[in-house]
């Protein structure tokens, strides 16, 4: 008997996602494994996955708000070279965790400037439609639903 996911349930899926041109974003090419009502995968997934079983193959499709948010270019500023660690060489591209590895959000340089660099606080996924191409692999009850 296949057990459907459910919170609590230990999900390992293979994942691929794909942006609304077709553009692949990540070839899943590593299983991704969750325990579902943790918070562990975008809310818009896991929400669509509930009551799969092991096999289950389909695709996902996502807005911006279901995903990582709208882009918001109140997070896109300009940050002084005065104010960035001095011996940061900074590339565009590269990113930055404001408080060390602990950051809890990430920087992305845009674009250096004059002044320093252009910063961008969005999830760089923010304002995509993101279409999430799954296959369940297996599902592990949550602990405790056997005795339920």
Known sequence: MSTPIMDGSRVTLHCRVFDAAGALLDDGSKPLVFVCG????????E????GREPGYRGQIELTP???????????????????????????????LSPGGSEGRFKLNVVALTERGAMLDGNHPLAGKH????????????AAGAANA
């Open 47 to 50: 929400a669509r996955l509930k």
């Open 65 to 95: 708000e279901d995903a990582y948010g709208p882009h918001r270019p109140e997070l896109v500023f300009e940050a002084v070279r005065e104010n960035l660690p001095p011996e940061l060489d900074l590339q565009p591209g590269m990113q």
């Open 130 to 141: 993101l279409i999430f191409d799954v296959e369940v692999i297996a599902v592990e009850p």
């Open 38 to 45: 943790r918070q562990q995968l975008i809310a818009g997934v």
